[in-house]
């Protein structure tokens, strides 16, 4: 068999096969590459590394380059939330277009008569988050894509483990990439004492096709069906805690009480039962049925769902549709800023119309990939007339988008190609003019502490900066 394995026509024989396999392989793969439903720069991106470096770009795509996986999509489409428009008291803006839009491409409808109050720092998100667990009175839901193994996170655990011991159903449902790190043991107090945790499409063994790529991106928390928190906040010292820290990003999100809470405890449960495997008609029926009475409050709010689950992109269309609707006034806030042909040419096209838009991103990320990937972006704005601002010193997570005052866009979601058409995302639309002056009045004091942007000054290395730049932006589809 050594002999048979050795011998130089065997060999030739072996690798001619090996090589006929995988150009058959990759020509699969592009064909399916092609009829996706993807950026050109994500699929040029892919189709680079996938004729170029085969041995590299084939089994990378197979683990991370899946999108709209179709068998994925059917399973765990019958799980998205799925309240009927008559159970539901839609707001006044209904038929309004970017509402419209967003609804038409699988979003739900405007919810009115909400309560929502901003949180605008770690300590006040902590604070909400401790006191929604330490007063739920019947169950405790919560998702994030991070949960840190320092203070911060082992405080929630022991938290929501002496609400388990005391009755209370408590389900935690972690991402495991963004969790990688967080083992049984860690979140053990929780099972023992009643309380049940699930990880989001495990890495290792690989659930699926592309599940090490399609990542649940959402933060939510939701107290006995009708009070939710969501934002940007991970459940770690980095973007929450007890005490401030210096080192703490700057980071947003909202208390909502009313029937987008509600909304958004059925996105939770969804994405619960198609972690767990649970019957989803057991989980909905604790649902009581008054959860999605209107509480009395002022916001009119529209919960936006976003991911490979979801049949369209409604975040990201609802996004073009709010940009282009711009009459005076646009402010963007984001950590990554990795934006696709069309929303860039449409906030370009509004700069040159004489639009005043703001877009406001960390002076340094804690990724330089994509400090890099932006800078072409953030060059082509600025001049168009786009006014640049970076924050800094420290990091900022917040993401924000404010239109003219008078409608706004907040949640988990990244201004990058990542967040908008692959991560599993939940964005909440804002209608109410009362709620979305309190935005414009936090966004206003980030850029009041923020410095303008300069043009990068040509140096000795400005050919290496420009291919690294250059480079980074191939793969910014990719990131």
């Known amino acids: 068999m050594d002999y048979l394995i050795s011998h130089p026509y065997l060999q030739a024989v072996l690798s001619h096969m090996l090589t006929v396999a995988g150009f058959i392989l990759a020509v699969f793969l592009i064909a399916r590459l092609i009829s996706?439903?993807?950026?050109?720069?994500?699929?040029?991106?892919?189709l680079l590394g996938i004729v170029l470096i085969p041995y590299l770009g084939v089994p990378l795509y197979l683990l991370f380059g899946g999108r709209k996986l179709r068998r994925l999509m059917n399973r765990k489409s019958r799980l998205t939330p799925?309240?009927?428009?008559?159970?539901?008291?839609?707001?006044?803006c209904a038929e309004r277009h970017v509402a419209r839009a967003v609804r038409n491409a699988g979003g739900s409808l405007p919810l009115g008569r909400n309560e929502m109050t901003l949180l605008t720092n770690g300590e006040d998100a902590y604070r909400a988050l401790a006191q929604g667990i330490e007063e739920a009175k019947e169950c405790i839901h919560i998702t994030t894509f991070i949960l840190g193994r320092e203070d911060t996170g082992k405080r929630i655990v022991q938290l929501l483990a002496k609400r388990a011991r005391e009755g209370i159903r408590v389900r935690l449902l972690l991402d495991s990439v963004g969790s990688m790190f967080i083992r049984s043991g860690f979140v053990a107090p929780i099972i023992e004492a009643g309380g049940e945790v699930q990880w989001f499409m495990r890495v290792l063994p690989l659930a699926s096709r592309g599940s090490a790529n399609l990542r649940s991106h959402r933060k939510i928390a939701v107290f006995d069906h009708r009070t939710a928190i969501v934002g940007g906040h991970n459940i770690a010292r980095e973007y929450m805690g007890a005490r401030p820290w210096a080192k703490r990003w700057t980071d947003f999100g909202a208390v909502i009480q009313g029937p987008a809470a509600a909304m958004l405890n059925d996105v939770f449960i969804a994405d619960w039962c198609f972690a767990s495997g649970q019957p989803i008609e057991n989980v909905r029926a604790e649902v009581p049925a008054t959860a999605f009475a209107g509480s009395g409050g002022t916001a009119e709010l529209q919960v936006i769902v976003s991911g490979p689950d979801v049949n369209g992109d409604p975040l990201y269309e609802g996004l073009v549709a709010m940009i282009q609707s711009a009459a005076r006034r646009i402010v963007i806030i984001t950590p990554y800023f990795i934006p696709d042909e069309v929303l860039q040419r449409s906030l370009i096209v509004k700069a040159r119309s004489g639009i005043d838009i703001t877009l406001l991103v960390p002076a340094r990320s804690n990724h330089p990939v994509t400090d890099f990937a932006r800078k072409h972006y953030l060059r082509e704005l600025r001049e168009a007339g786009v006014i640049i601002k970076l924050h800094g010193p420290g990091m900022m997570h917040s993401k924000a988008t404010i239109i003219d005052d008078t409608i706004a866009l907040f949640g988990s979601a990244n201004f990058d190609l990542r967040?908008?058409?692959?991560?599993?995302?939940?964005?909440?639309?804002?209608?109410?003019?009362?709620?979305?002056?309190?935005?414009?009045?936090?966004?206003?004091?980030?850029?009041?502490?923020?410095?303008?942007?300069?043009?990068?000054?040509?140096?000795?290395?400005?050919?290496?900066?420009?291919?690294?730049?250059?480079?980074?932006?191939?793969?910014?589809?990719?990131?």
């Open 36 to 46: 996706e439903k993807r950026q050109p720069g994500n699929t040029f991106a892919w």
């Open 419 to 479: 967040s908008l058409f692959v991560n599993f995302e939940i964005g909440v639309l804002v209608h109410s003019r009362k709620e979305v002056a309190a935005m414009s009045n936090w966004a206003q004091s980030l850029l009041n502490r923020a410095k303008d942007a300069k043009p990068a000054k040509r140096g000795r290395f400005h050919f290496a900066h420009s291919l690294v730049e250059d480079l980074s932006r191939l793969l910014a589809p990719l990131l």
């Open 82 to 92: 799925a309240v009927a428009d008559d159970k539901v008291e839609a707001g006044s």
